[in-house]
Every structure is written in structure tokens, then in C-alpha cells.
């Protein structure tokens, strides 16, 4: 009987096992290019460019950072990485992903771990930050929703949880090419990953 292959070749050369992923074989211009190139809400955005979810992840990190000013540096690369596992499997829309269920849940939950430990952060993010930086990811799709998704406010209040407008002041989607997305996400880590 032919084995199943669970593994994706990365463009850096590494091989990466969807099933057991290990720490080593995970490197973050692989994440920021599979980001770069996953497009969030299948694709159903305004805009010349698809809205990609490393667009999205410097998003939630800064509105991490406005919800928790005395963070960590730390914390705010949990929050940058916090879909990083979509980088191989890919993101799905929430009434996809219930679904799907648990075979879903349980490969972003592998390769979320491996991926911590890579950059030097717990396998597991304490609950209080995983909370706010949840948050975090929650605003960030209500501002996806309403400025390029096509969701009245209403719908994103429902959704999403209503936020007051002042709060979100200057929080813009600004759809930008690929590239340029995975160049400003590495650059993001860099400037995180050196403060500690």
C-alpha cells in the first residue's frame, strides 16, 4: 500500500511534515511568502490586489499594540504569527473552518507550536495574551469586513463584535502587491525578533 506524502517542499529547500512539523524546517521567509500569496476572505475583496493574510497579520499586530501598549516585543511577534500556520494550509472562512471541524483545527494547533518554539516564543501563548491578541483578530476583520469585504456595518457588528468608529481612527486598508506585503512582514519580524 502506497504511503500518503505529508510533507510540502518549501522554496528555502526545507521539507516541512504537515502531520509532525518540527521547529527546524520552519523559516520566516517561507511564512511571509506563503502569506503573501494566501488570500483572506477567498478572495471576495475590493481592490486591485487580493487582501493577503500577511497583510492582515501587521494589521492585528498593531492593533495589538494600540490594545496592549506595554507589551512585549515578544507578544507582538505572537501576535504577527498568530495565522503564520495558514503559510501551508491555507486560510478558510469561519463557516468553513466549522466544517471542516477538528482535522483543521488540530494542523494549525501542530504547526502553530513548532512555529512558536522557532522563534524562541512558549509552544503554547498564555490565555490572557492569546485573548487580546484574538481581540486584535477580531477588530481586524471587522475593518476587512466593512472598508474592502463588502459587509454593511451591521453585518460586522453582528459578526465580528461592534466597535465605535473613533476607536478604529486610522486604521485604513491599503491593498499593496504581494512582494512588497512579504518584504514589510520580514521586516516586521526582524525589528520584533531583535528587541528580545
Request: hydrophobic content about 40%; proline content about 5%; aromatic content about 10%.
Given at each position: ?55 492582515h497579520s501587521l494589521l492585528v499586530e498593531r492593533i495589538f499594540h494600540m490594545l496592549e501598549p506595554d507589551t512585549t516585543s515578544k507578544w507582538l511577534l505572537a501576535a504577527l ?66 472598508q474592502i469585504a463588502g459587509f454593511t456595518r451591521n453585518e460586522a457588528d453582528k459578526f465580528f463584535g461592534k466597535y465605535d468608529p473613533k476607536f478604529l481612527n486610522g486604521f ?25
Amino acid at each position: 500500500m502506497k504511503t500518503q506524502r505529508a510533507w510540502q517542499r518549501m522554496l528555502s529547500g526545507r521539507r516541512l511534515d504537515l502531520l509532525d512539523p518540527t521547529p527546524v524546517d520552519i523559516e520566516i521567509e517561507d511564512i511571509a511568502h506563503g502569506l503573501a500569496f494566501v488570500a483572506r476572505w477567498n478572495g471576495q475583496t475590493k481592490g486591485d490586489f487580493s487582501y493577503c493574510v500577511a497583510e492582515h497579520s501587521l494589521l492585528v499586530e498593531r492593533i495589538f499594540h494600540m490594545l496592549e501598549p506595554d507589551t512585549t516585543s515578544k507578544w507582538l511577534l505572537a501576535a504577527l504569527l498568530h495565522d503564520a500556520p495558514e503559510y501551508v494550509i491555507g486560510d478558510m472562512i469561519s463557516p468553513v473552518k466549522a466544517t471542516v471541524g477538528e482535522g483543521y483545527e488540530t494542523l494549525d494547533d501542530r504547526l502553530s507550536r513548532a512555529i512558536h518554539i522557532r522563534f524562541g516564543l512558549p509552544a503554547k501563548i498564555p490565555l490572557k495574551v492569546k485573548r487580546q491578541i484574538k481581540k486584535a483578530d477580531k477588530i481586524s476583520a471587522w475593518l476587512e469586513a466593512t472598508q474592502i469585504a463588502g459587509f454593511t456595518r451591521n453585518e460586522a457588528d453582528k459578526f465580528f463584535g461592534k466597535y465605535d468608529p473613533k476607536f478604529l481612527n486610522g486604521f485604513t486598508i491599503d491593498l499593496r502587491p504581494p512582494l512588497e506585503v512579504r518584504k514589510a512582514y520580514i521586516n516586521r519580524y526582524h525589528s520584533l525578533s531583535k528587541a528580545f
